[in-house]
């Protein structure tokens, strides 16, 4: 018997059945193009599940302590579905690939790697993230791959629940008190030089239209609706350069070999065991 | 008003003050000698109330810094699935604490001030928690036998006088059984991978079964509030006897794990129809519930920062909250 993770009863976002294991095995096997995308997708969630279950246990509030926890397991989740279905195409498992690829080999995006900082940075990096996983997973529910189109639908609901976490709390701590508004800003201005990286189009996405959602198209939506919200936080938009590099290809953050030294020490001990 | 005439209303009213109480208390007892239950808004005995606020509080506080062990673990869960179902686990114990914090208050002591009492090293909680999580196995021990002892002890407690705490623990209680089950889980993979997985899962058993059977209690020669406990119908059976049927109901779980459990005395006695279990080591016990175990320091100390480094986020929405409400206020007012 497995117990999906949902079987928690803290668990708060309401999703549609559907679990790694399902993908594993409908049969369908992603091509290379479709695979080398869902790592995309899959390692960003990854990432951010790994770096936000960090908070469990040390949170402002016990609160928070579920909160955060809740949107880890939602994007452990989520990277479970892609991860999943991009080994499809090369004969691999979600665990093989989380745990036995290297460095140069992940595929996610620098912002999800940051660090957690104090609650301000945190809620930053998710405010940022959630608002751009919303605009995509809005859009890649009508992607002619099927089973994404379905792990976006799923994904979704619970983004949406994640996208009004971060902007409850961006105006709890713009408004709140001036200590609050100050770390809410500098959070901003910690996370944003990396904000670009999010909506390169590149020979991945190119390969596969009206499958992949092509990054540059959720630009204005997004900056739109982000300004809305940090104006109404009653905090400044940055105004500051993109970090240069972040080519989800080449570049990433000297944190990503921290996060998986720590992620994969006991996997790679035991190779070929099963847990 | 002349002094005699005051003396006398007084008089009176004393009286009747004392001709309600003994009416409240006798309704008290009514409900316990039926087995009912007793509500907030009921009246009980001081003494009922301060045991209650103690016991639920410390279980409250044990909820919360038991999710310190088993965090240690999340980053690095051996395979996605098993870190998923590892940080559903540590959030559910985050909402067990919330629902006995709850219980808690409505005995009269707001949350923050059973927090303070943990903050300030003036609260208990389970001592097992002070014992550190250092492989993956032990995360599977912590399931198996933690949360095992926990329902244990529990199970009973859904039949607490208390309607709050009992009806905490109905909720809690069936969470506990989906962790148990995924301890047992975590050692059955491992004591059937490779003989370095076997031993990691052997080691893990043998160093939380003692502590384990310790989360009981002292004997119940040493345990002198359990009768009263067991009077108010808030505890249905002794240490002891809850140590023994979980020594029972483990044995045959440790068989089909293909595990053993470190006590050199374990042996069925079929004239008791019970296991025979060795002595445990009380000194040890006491030390660690005093602030001497391996992890003691750590663990408040964690606990410490996370409320000190989250003041700033606490002191923020509090006045996010008063803002809102004043600025609704003006518009209703307009
Ligand atoms: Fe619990
Ligand atoms: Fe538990």
Not at chain 1, 11 to 30: D, L, P, V
Not at chain 1, 205 to 230: C, H, K, M, W, Y
Not at chain 2, 152 to 180: D, W
Request: charged share 25%; glycine share 6%.
């Amino acid at each position: 018997m497995s117990f999906a993770s949902n079987d928690s009863a803290t668990k708060q976002s309401a999703g549609i059945a559907i679990t790694a294991e399902e993908i594993a095995e409908q049969g369908i096997t992603a091509s290379e193009d479709v695979a080398r995308y869902a790592l995309y997708l899959g390692d960003d969630a990854l990432m951010l599940g790994q770096r936000l279950s960090h908070w469990i246990s040390r949170a402002p509030e016990l609160e928070e302590d579920i909160a955060l926890g809740n949107i880890a397991l939602d994007l452990v989740g989520h990277a479970r579905f892609f991860l999943t279905y991009a080994g499809t195409a090369w004969g691999k498992t979600e665990d093989d690939l989380a745990y036995f690829r290297d460095e140069e080999e992940f595929r996610s995006c620098r912002l999800v790697e940051q660090e957690n900082g104090d609650f301000g940075q945190t809620i930053a990096r998710q405010l940022i993230f959630s608002y751009y996983q919303h605009e995509l997973y809005s859009k890649l529910v009508e992607s002619q791959d099927e089973t994404l189109a379905a792990i976006a639908a799923k994904a979704l609901k619970e983004v949406q629940y994640h996208q009004d976490h971060a902007a409850q709390w961006l105006l709890r701590l713009g408004i709140g008190t001036e200590e609050s508004h100050r770390r809410i800003q500098e959070g901003l201005y910690y996370m944003w030089p990396y904000i670009d990286d999010l909506f390169h189009d590149d020979d991945v996405t190119a390969a596969l239209p009206g499958i992949a959602v092509q990054p540059s198209s959720l630009r204005e939506n997004f900056d739109r609706r982000i300004a809305e919200i940090i104006s109404e936080a009653t905090l400044e938009l940055p105004q500051v350069d993109q970090a240069w590099g972040g080519d989800r290809s080449g570049e990433f953050s000297e944190a990503r070999g921290h996060i998986l030294a720590e992620m994969q020490v006991l996997a790679r001990q035991f190779p070929g065991a099963t847990w | 008003m002349n002094a005699p005439q005051a003396d006398h209303l007084k008089a009176v009213s004393d009286a009747a003050l004392g001709e309600d109480e003994q009416a409240a208390q006798n309704y008290f007892d009514q409900l316990i000698s039926e087995d009912s239950r007793v509500e907030p808004r009921d009246w009980m005995p001081e003494g009922y109330r301060k045991t209650l606020t103690r016991q639920v509080s410390q279980h409250a506080h044990s909820e919360i810094i038991g999710m310190q062990p088993e965090a240690n673990w999340i980053t690095r869960a051996p395979s996605l699935k098993r870190k998923a179902i590892l940080m559903a686990k540590v959030q559910d114990e985050a909402g067990h604490g919330l629902y006995l914090y709850s219980a808690a208050e409505t005995l009269g002591t707001p949350r923050d001030v059973l927090n303070q009492q943990l903050l300030d090293g003036k609260a208990k909680y389970s001592s097992i928690f002070n014992y550190p999580a250092r492989t993956w196995a032990d995360i599977g021990a912590i399931g198996w036998l933690v949360d095992g002892a926990a329902i244990c002890n529990q199970v009973p407690l859904c039949r607490a006088s208390y309607g709050p705490y009992g009806r905490a623990m109905v909720r809690i209680c069936k969470e506990e059984s989906f962790h148990q089950r995924q301890g047992w889980e975590i050692l059955y993979e491992l004591s059937h991978g490779t003989p370095e997985q076997k031993q990691m899962a052997q080691d893990a058993v043998n160093r939380f079964y003692g502590p384990a059977l310790q989360m009981f209690g002292p004997p119940d020669e040493d345990s002198p509030n359990s009768k009263q406990s067991m009077a108010w119908n808030i505890k249905r059976f002794s240490n002891d006897e809850l140590r023994q049927r979980f020594v029972d109901m483990m044995v045959p779980q440790a068989e089909a794990l293909g595990l053993t459990l470190p006590d050199p005395d374990l042996k069925w006695n079929e004239e008791r129809g019970h296991y025979d279990y060795g002595k445990l080591d009380w000194n040890e016990f006491k030390s660690v519930i005093s602030g001497h175990g391996p992890c003691n320091v750590q663990r408040m100390q964690r606990r410490r920062a996370a409320h000190s480094e989250g003041a700033w986020v606490r002191e923020a929405a509090a006045e996010y909250a008063r803002k809102m409400e004043a600025h609704n206020a003006e518009l209703i007012g307009a």
